[in-house]
Each structure stands twice: as C-alpha cells, then as structure tokens.
T-cell receptor
C-alpha cells in the first residue's frame, strides 16, 4: 500500500506552547488528508478533512483556531496544536488519500503522534 | 444516525483456533467498507475494501465478507503475530462524504 509518514512519533510540550505535527505522503499525491484523534482503547475520531490548497473542514466540536491545519501541497499536511493544555494530550493520526472526498477509495495512515502536554 | 458497531470488544484465541470478528453498520449510501489492523502505538494498516453485498476478499489468514448490514473478518488458524486491534470503517455520503470508524476488536492470540 501507499506510504504516509508522520513526524514526530511522540512529543512532550509544556502547557501553553504550540506543537506542529507533519504528515507526508511519500509515494503518492494526497489530494485529501484526514486528521484523527484517538483516546486509549477507543476508535479514531475524525477532527478535520483537508483538500490541497483549500481550507480544512472541521468536524463539529473541533476548535479550528486551536487545531490549525495546513495542506499547502499534495504531499504535506500539518496540524498545529496551539496553546496546548493537558486535555489535548492524545494520539493524533493523519491519513492521506489520492482522491477528493467524494470517493470510495481507501486512505492510508501515518504512524501516529503521541502528544503529552505537561 | 450513521453507526458502526464492532463485536466482540476483545477476543482471546489459542493459536490455530479460527474465529470471526463482526462489524455491523447502519448507514445510508454506503460507499465502501474498510478493514484496518492497528498495533499498539501505531497508525492503522489497511487490509481490505469491500463495496457491495456478497463481495469477499482474502489475504493470508484473513478473509473479509460483506452483507447489506454487516461485515465479517474471518481469521483462520491465527498465529500470535495476528494479535492486534482490528478496525472497521464505512464511508458514507450522508450529508457529505464521511468515514466512520467502529471502536475496534482487540484480538489476542496465545501460542
């Protein structure tokens, strides 16, 4: 399958600081990128969907000013957690797909980023 | 409301003991059902896509099937390395295209 690289794999930051997570598609052009959040022993919760060159579409309840998503190229999307607080600690996962959102093709996931805010 | 329910939550098997995982869904406008494997601390790894009732796909010891209401992931003669969480997801075009994940089934295979 296609390869999506996510970096960093883990990060610890102080409360009030910002953290940037990168998601790169290595062998395909990711027209669409998805960002998920996952709590222990729970499933993936979609946070936002972005198409290259467009503003991200955020799910209900997700603060767009807190979770900044940039999808400036077909191979790179970033998620910036601004003014992080301990409750933002979680496992964040990105996925990329070579399609626009109106498709039935599978998406491929990055390795995930474990964020711990202290 | 669109929903995806996986059962059981956890499954413990002996090596070689075949079994099935269930994914029940209630969505309108199914555009695809996906199975993923997720190891602890890692992102999900794609396994299968199923599009229509009656479709089946196989990969090594895994076989996925689909009906109009549910999908099964059959594991034949599992090995300890098959231990992981298996996630089911459906893509629907209700109110805009969206992928909905089930909570997963944690599979433990003992040697």
């Amino acid at each position: 399958g296609a390869v999506v690289s996510q970096h960093p794999s883990w990060v610890i930051c102080k409360s009030g600081t910002s953290v940037k997570i990168e998601c790169r598609s290595l062998d395909f052009q990711a027209t669409t990128m998805f960002w998920y959040r996952q709590f222990p022993k729970q499933s993936l919760m979609l946070m936002a969907t972005s198409n290259e060159g467009s503003k991200a579409t955020y799910e209900q309840g997700v603060e767009k000013d807190k979770f900044l998503i940039n999808h400036a190229s077909l191979t790179l999307s970033t998620l910036t957690v601004t003014s992080a607080h301990p409750e933002d600690s979680s496992f964040y996962i990105c996925s990329g797909a070579p399609f626009h959102r109106d498709s039935s093709t599978e998406a491929f996931f990055g390795q995930g980023t474990r964020l711990t805010v202290v | 409301e669109d929903q995806v329910t996986q059962s059981p939550e956890a499954l413990r098997l002996q090596e070689g003991e075949s079994s099935s995982l269930n994914c029940s869904y209630t969505v309108s406008g199914l555009r695809g059902l996906f199975w993923y494997r997720q190891d602890p601390g890692k992102g999900p790894e794609f396994l299968f896509t199923l599009y229509s009732a009656g479709e089946e796909k196989e990969k090594e010891r895994l076989k996925a099937t689909l009906t109009k209401k549910e999908s099964f992931l059959h594991i034949t003669a599992p090995k300890p390395e098959d231990s992981a969480t298996y996630l089911c997801a459906v893509r629907t075009h209700t109110g805009g295209f969206k992928t909905i994940f089930g909570a997963g089934t944690r599979l433990f295979v003992k040697a």
